[in-house]
């Protein structure tokens, strides 16, 4: 019995000291947090932002150390959260990325003072601004990462601010509120099954956008189509955490009731940049997806308007297409990182 258990103990101490030790593949300086005012909030800084109707509070939340290369994500909606971005903790951290989580006035952490005075395009653009100042982003570093509205923010931003960037990234999101409309109602409808085409068309022709029934169609037929190509049952916890939280009057008012195109009184619906983009000169990569609620030639020609821009396709994508097709999405976006 000693016996065998001295040949155990030798047996395991030559396992031990044999093995070879595995070094992590993100550096020790990416993960050092020792020299960052936010190192005992894990990343958290909660922003003031000015506006005419008073100073309110947005939430944000920085993830690695990596002072050439600083991302801000702006998340979709209008009035969704920066939860259903989550899937880049599986990309960014590995690539040494620097990210910022951030959810704009009236959404998910941030204060929502529920005034619509304050759901303005031009307040929007202003709060990135106060926000990129407050987290000491430059040109030297910053990357702004646009999704969908957040890309309707990001083309606004790079317009009026782009002196401040490093980079841009347009996400899912072409440059006519028009254009995605029209794509909507004579392609992707005219997918749908007939019988639910003409209910929704019904629908619409008495403005009845709101309808349970519209909606719950909507979501039924074409969302798992051109949303998130999965399931609704199976679509990521993140994503339905970040809808569950979804600022349902901002949306309206701004989106209109779904994701099926710009209509009703949405603010946005007239909404269109095409003939701005060549003055954008940064660094610029826009990303398409096949299966899109909008247009991916459209997004391509982001690419080929602005003065230097870089296109993504996603082939097996919907609007979420960093989970539908995430590989593509993230590896992509990390490639276009590397050339700054």
Request: hydrophobic fraction near 35%.
């Amino acid at each position: 019995m000693k016996n065998l258990l001295y040949l155990l103990t030798i047996t395991a101490f030559v396992a031990c000291t044999t093995t070879e030790t595995v070094e992590p593949s993100v550096s020790n300086t990416y993960l050092d947090y020792s020299q960052r005012d936010d190192q005992w909030t894990g990343g958290v800084k909660v922003i003031p932002v000015e506006t005419e109707l008073g100073t309110f509070k947005v939430w944000t939340k920085r993830v690695g150390n990596n002072p050439d290369l600083k991302v801000l994500l702006l998340h979709g909606g209008p009035g969704a959260t920066h939860e259903y971005f989550e899937s880049a903790d599986s990309y960014f951290p590995n690539a040494e990325v620097e990210y910022y989580y951030y959810d704009q006035l009236g959404s998910g952490n941030s204060d929502n003072p529920e005034d619509e005075r304050l759901w303005d395009l031009d307040r929007f653009v202003d709060e990135v601004e106060q926000v990129r100042l407050a987290l000491g982003l430059d040109a030297s570093n910053f990357v702004l990462l646009g999704h969908s509205w957040g890309g309707i923010l990001g083309m606004e931003y790079a317009l009026r601010y782009q002196e401040n960037l490093k980079g841009l990234v347009i996400s899912n999101m072409v440059a006519s509120a028009p254009e995605y409309m029209k794509y909507a109602q004579e392609i992707l409808g005219p997918q749908l099954p007939a019988e639910v085409l003409e209910e929704l068309q019904a629908f619409e022709a008495a403005g009845d956008y709101t309808n349970p029934r519209y909606l719950g169609l909507i979501e039924e037929h074409y969302y798992p189509e051109h949303v998130l190509r999965r399931p609704l049952a199976e679509w990521p916890e993140p994503v339905n955490r970040s809808f569950s939280k979804l600022n349902y009057p901002l949306y309206l008012k701004l989106q209109g009731p779904s994701e099926f195109g710009m209509v009703g009184d949405a603010t946005l619906k007239n909404w269109d940049r095409t003939a701005d983009l060549h003055r954008i000169e940064v660094p610029t990569l826009s990303i398409g997806a096949q299966y899109d609620t909008m247009d991916p030639e459209a997004m391509r020609a982001i690419a080929d308007s602005v003065q230097n821009g870089t296109f993504l396709y996603c082939s097996e994508g919907g609007h979420m297409t960093m989970y539908d097709d995430a590989d593509t999405y993230f590896n992509g976006v990390i490639d276009f990182l590397k050339t700054l």
